[in-house]
């Protein structure tokens, strides 16, 4: 049973436009949300998280909305670039914010397009 | 500042043969975790040290895999008589104590 979704494998996305992940967890224990992005034959990079006493968290180009009463959450990306090319893995925590057993989705592999 | 290191970076093994993976956490950094990756899946937690402690090792199969953190020197992740089934990319990760996890590169781990 799987408690992180991202149901979208891949994404395309134009160069200069706005890129959106979503990712829908089951467990109403998570606490702590992250974004992870993934090159080919590299490990994952931390990118941004969330605490769930937020419901939003901006650093840059990224964005992280989280809605907690529908238990989604989402990354956003403005606006996206030919290097944001990757995969992203949404991650969920119950540990207030630890990496002990974080909960991975399967990833959505966004291809942004010249 | 080294990130987390992992080694070997690719990993061949023939059935019941033994893998040993070795990872050096982060400058600092004395909580290590390591994760799997199955073809086609996403990370899956496997096992939480600190040093020379087990901390959460839900995620760790109950056979033919151990993990440890000594006092001196990397963690290692030792997987013993390897099936096809253990062909994965497993990935190390190290924090601060509530902080986010940092990744290393990962060892891909081949099994003929």
């Known amino acids: 049973d799987q408690q992180v979704k991202q149901n979208s494998p891949s994404l395309s996305v134009q160069e200069g436009r706005i890129s959106i992940l979503n990712c829908d967890y089951t467990?109403?224990?998570?606490?702590?949300f992250l974004w992870y992005k993934k090159y080919p034959a590299e490990g994952p990079t931390f990118l941004i998280s969330?605490?769930?006493?937020?419901d939003k968290n901006e650093d840059g180009r990224f964005t992280v909305f989280l809605n907690k009463s529908a238990k989604h959450l989402s990354l956003h990306i403005v606006p996206s670039q030919p290097g944001d090319s990757a995969v992203y893995f949404c991650?969920?925590?119950?540990?207030?914010?630890?990496?002990?057993?974080?909960?991975f989705g399967k990833g959505t592999h966004l291809i942004i397009q010249p | 500042n080294a990130g987390v290191m992992q080694n070997p970076r690719h990993l061949v093994r023939r059935r019941g043969q033994e893998a040993r993976l070795r990872c050096s956490p982060m400058?600092?950094?004395?909580?290590v975790y390591w994760y799997r990756q199955l073809p086609e899946e996403g990370l899956k937690f496997m096992v939480y040290?600190?040093?020379?402690?087990?901390?959460?090792e839900s995620g760790m199969p109950k056979e033919r895999f151990s993990a440890e953190f000594p006092k001196e020197g990397p963690s290692i992740l030792r997987i013993q008589q390897v099936v096809r089934g253990d062909s994965a990319a497993y990935f190390c990760?190290?924090?601060?104590?509530?902080?986010?996890?940092?990744f290393g590169q990962g060892t891909r781990l081949t099994v003929v």
């Open positions: 990760a190290s924090s601060l104590m509530n902080t986010e996890a940092f």
């Open positions: 467990n109403s224990m998570f606490d702590y």
């Open positions: 969330i605490s769930s006493i937020k």
């Open positions: 991650a969920a925590s119950d540990s207030g914010g630890g990496a002990d057993g974080l909960t």
């Open positions: 400058k600092g950094h004395s909580h």
């Open positions: 040290l600190q040093k020379e402690n087990i901390i959460d």
